[in-house]
């Protein structure tokens, strides 16, 4: 089965960038599509960047759309979220989830049925 660690995540002061990585282990990879979530304590999982199998196609939540960019390197079986101008309401434990099987890239969760341990992400200002 598909397995995925996020790695990259830690604080930072507001106005900063950081960037997560997910590397997937399995041959679907570079087959399907995939995205980024965010939940903070208390809160419900938050679509933040989704992409089709081949990266032609990305998704974004209103809330980052011009400071994330999410993109993947398929030769080496990861993805990324690019995350600058980050603010405070950006700080939660982000995931890397995989839809083996999907056609599209969403923001829903129901359609991931892959996900990541999660990287925290803290932004202080």
């Known amino acids: 089965r598909v397995q995925l660690v996020e790695s990259g995540g830690g604080s930072v002061q507001a106005g900063g960038s950081l960037r997560l990585s997910c590397l997937a282990s399995?041959?679907?990879?570079?087959?399907?599509?995939m995205a980024w979530f965010r939940q903070a304590p208390g809160k419900g999982r938050e679509g933040v960047a989704a992409?089709?199998?081949?990266?032609?196609?990305?998704t974004y939540a209103d809330s980052v759309k011009g400071r994330f960019t999410i993109s993947r390197n398929n030769a080496e079986n990861t993805m990324y979220l690019q995350m600058n101008s980050l603010q405070p309401e950006d700080t939660s434990m982000y995931y890397c989830?995989?839809?083996?099987?999907?056609?599209?890239?969403?923001?829903?969760?129901?359609?991931?049925?892959?996900w990541g341990q999660g990287t925290q992400v803290t932004v202080s200002s």
């Open positions: 989830a995989a839809d083996p099987g999907g056609v599209g890239a969403t923001l829903w969760f129901g359609h991931y049925s892959v």
């Open positions: 399995g041959a679907a990879y570079t087959t399907m599509p």
């Open positions: 992409i089709t199998t081949g990266g032609g196609t990305t």
